[in-house]
T-cell receptor, first 113, second 113 residues
């Protein structure tokens, strides 16, 4: 079945460091891919998305490119801030599965000042 | 514009009891999806309601059931609670059967003792 795998956390970085959180997926057909963020005590928020191969999603300095050849959607940011500390979830969705989101396990990111 | 709200925020139930969780969708949305998020894991799709009909179901037993009302708010009912039902229950609203972006509520934390 369809699945999403993301790197285990926690990932601990210093402020202004470069961030990469790896995400790979297994799916038939042509899923859309998402990154969601969950700040402490808050609900899930859509961070960025890409709907087809080679699309790049971007928001708040974060970027991810839909790579069909490597079935990957890695999240990157050039310079992280303490306020980026949160749990990040990679997810996919397909039209032929009633648009249910299929999620990775989440990666906790800790940014130290 | 009112966001997605859920009630209650927290509750504690005993094994074997029944529970009802509520979700108010965002204005203009006609679809509600429910997810279960166990501690340290990604959300798992329970089911989706679109225009008052169930529109897809994940791998959850029949004791998980739901309703959607004419105003598109929704309930999740769980009968015969088990310890493993302890989790954060998330609802997400969207427009058009889930094809649109899903907006998440803050969740209901259920503890079964």
């Amino acid at each position: 079945g369809d699945s999403v795998t993301q790197m285990e956390g926690p990932v601990t970085l210093s402020e202004e460091a470069f961030l990469t959180i790896n995400c790979t997926y297994t799916a038939t057909g042509y899923p859309s891919l998402f990154w969601y963020v969950q700040y402490p005590g808050e609900g899930l928020q859509l961070l960025l998305k890409a709907t087809k191969a080679d699309d790049k999603g971007s928001n708040k300095g974060f970027e991810a490119t839909y790579r069909k050849e490597t079935t990957s959607f890695h999240l990157e940011k050039g310079s992280v801030q303490v306020s980026d500390s949160a749990v990040y979830f990679c997810a996919l969705i397909k039209w032929d599965s009633n648009y249910q989101l299929i999620w990775g396990a989440g990666t906790k990111l800790i940014i130290k000042p | 514009e009112t966001g997605v709200t859920q009630s209650p925020t927290h509750l504690i139930k005993t094994r074997g009891q029944q529970v009802t969780l509520r979700c108010s969708s965002q204005s203009g949305h006609n679809t509600v999806s429910w997810y279960q998020q166990a501690l340290g894991q990604g959300p798992q799709f329970i089911f989706q309601y679109y225009r008052e009909e169930e529109n897809g179901r994940g791998n959850f037993p029949p004791r998980f059931s739901g309703l959607q009302f004419p105003n598109y708010s929704s309930e999740l009912n769980v009968n015969a609670l088990e310890l493993d039902d302890s989790a954060l229950y998330l609802c997400a609203s969207s427009f058009g059967g889930g094809a649109g972006e899903q907006y998440f509520g803050p969740g209901t934390r259920l503890t079964v003792t």
